[in-house]
């Protein structure tokens, strides 16, 4: 599983992307609306950064800061770690797990946002293959 490329990963997989000036408490509002737990953050089209829920957490909240009146670019994390869609999914794990962060964005070539992989994906693919195994077994019992 870690071999499928990113570009079966993010398939059909909505993400987050605002711009630069959005309201903070805008895009975590559009986060919940979408179930997502990060954003991606452009300027002019192009990747400038990601905001992640630790980011409203502690670079938000637990700094006092009106959400209202703060601009997602003034608390985001600035030039992440991306990947492009041809590389590996265990390239991404390999990522986050040395970064210790929890999303990689998926840009193309000219750093233009696809998509965002984070280690749910990980946890899906696990579950898939649990659920394979569940039925293979299932279909053993019978025969037996």
Avoid: N, W
């Avoid at 300027?43 to 997602?72: K, N, Q, S």
């Avoid at 492009?84 to 999914?89: G, L, Y």
């Amino acid at each position: 599983m870690p071999s499928r490329p990113i570009h079966q990963v993010i398939a059909q997989q909505p993400f987050v992307c605002v711009p630069i000036d959005m309201s903070v408490r805008a895009v975590t509002q559009l986060m919940q609306d979408r179930r997502q737990s990060a954003a991606l953050v452009t300027e002019h089209g192009m990747l400038t950064g990601i905001f992640t829920e630790r980011d409203a957490t502690f670079r938000v909240l637990a700094a006092g800061l009106d959400p209202d009146a703060t601009p997602v670019g003034a608390v985001l994390t600035h030039k992440p770690q991306t990947i492009t869609e041809d590389k590996p999914f265990g390239h991404a794990l390999h990522l986050m797990y040395d970064g210790g962060f929890r999303h990689v964005p998926v840009v193309d070539l000219s750093g233009r946002p696809i998509g965002l992989v984070s280690a749910r994906d990980a946890l899906a693919l696990d579950a898939e293959a649990f659920g394979q195994e569940l039925v293979r077994r299932e279909e053993i019992t019978v025969i037996l």
